[in-house]
């Protein structure tokens, strides 16, 4: 199965960096064929997509609040995408989640896959 673990998260001041990573913790099945992407959550408010990925290391995508901020990046020898956060603000403050499938989408509701529990992000100013 596949079983997303999220990592990375914290408390960091605004201006800073932080990197998320989600690792595929499941013992028999690998999520390098699928396209990976990394979601938030802020209190209050719905779910959205930050970035996603496609399999093989492309397809790179991006909500427009975070390009050329963050940088989404996977290792598929290591199972694990990455998200780097640069140049964080106040408002990317939430919970982040990642998320694997084959079928992706980046309406949080249409994933058709698996979630990982999220890992908390806070910027203070």
């Known amino acids: 199965s596949v079983q997303l673990v999220e990592s990375g998260g914290g408390s960091v001041q605004a201006g800073g960096s932080l990197t998320l990573a989600c690792v595929n913790s499941?013992?028999?099945?690998?999520?390098?064929?699928?396209?990976m992407g990394w979601f938030r959550q802020a209190p209050g408010k719905e779910r959205e997509v930050v970035a996603r990925?496609?399999?093989?290391?492309?397809?790179?995508y991006y909500a427009d609040s975070v390009k050329g901020r963050f940088t989404i990046s996977r290792s598929n020898a290591e199972n694990t995408v990455y998200l780097q956060m640069n140049s964080l603000e106040p408002e990317d403050t939430a919970m982040y989640y990642c998320?694997?499938?084959?079928?992706?989408?980046?309406?949080?509701?249409?994933?058709?896959?698996?979630w990982g529990q999220g890992t908390q992000v806070t910027v203070v100013s």
């Open positions: 499941g013992k028999q099945y690998s999520a390098y064929a699928m396209t």
């Open positions: 990925i496609y399999s093989g290391g492309g397809g790179a």
């Open positions: 998320a694997a499938s084959h079928i992706f989408s980046c309406v949080p509701r249409r994933v058709q896959g698996y």
